[in-house]
């Protein structure tokens, strides 16, 4: 095997880059607990866990109109203004964390509590883009 034919063969296993992660813990009542990944080749993977319509694990690729659809919910935060931490004193509030990987911006934020409310209102946007949108309550 040559050298040229080792690295096609390598770039074509290669796997598709992690652009952004969602994962949500419980709380004592009803919170919605999940994880959600969003990959460069446009895979989207949910897993309900607890109080999601769509429980257990879920995988596809969205079309160019879902996938555009998604970076338009993901542009409702000015990923560039956040910080890496926001925690609140109160208990029972589930914590959030995402990943956010896109234009050579790379954020890693832990969320407890309610500060800041965009990422609250995200966590609950694409939770139902991805039950009423993506996979329909569980097509």
Known sequence: MSCKQQQTASSQSREPEKLFTLSTTPCFGTCP???LELYSDSTLMFEGKQHTDLEGVHKRK???A???A???LLKMVKWENMNPRYVSDMTDLPSQEFYY???GEEKNIYKYGVEPQSLGN???ALLAYVNETVFKGGE
């Open 62 to 64: 969205l079309t160019a």
């Open 70 to 72: 998604f970076i338009g």
């Open 122 to 124: 995200l966590s609950q």
């Open 101 to 103: 990987n896109f234009n």
């Open 66 to 68: 879902e996938y555009d």
């Open 33 to 35: 607990v999940f994880n």
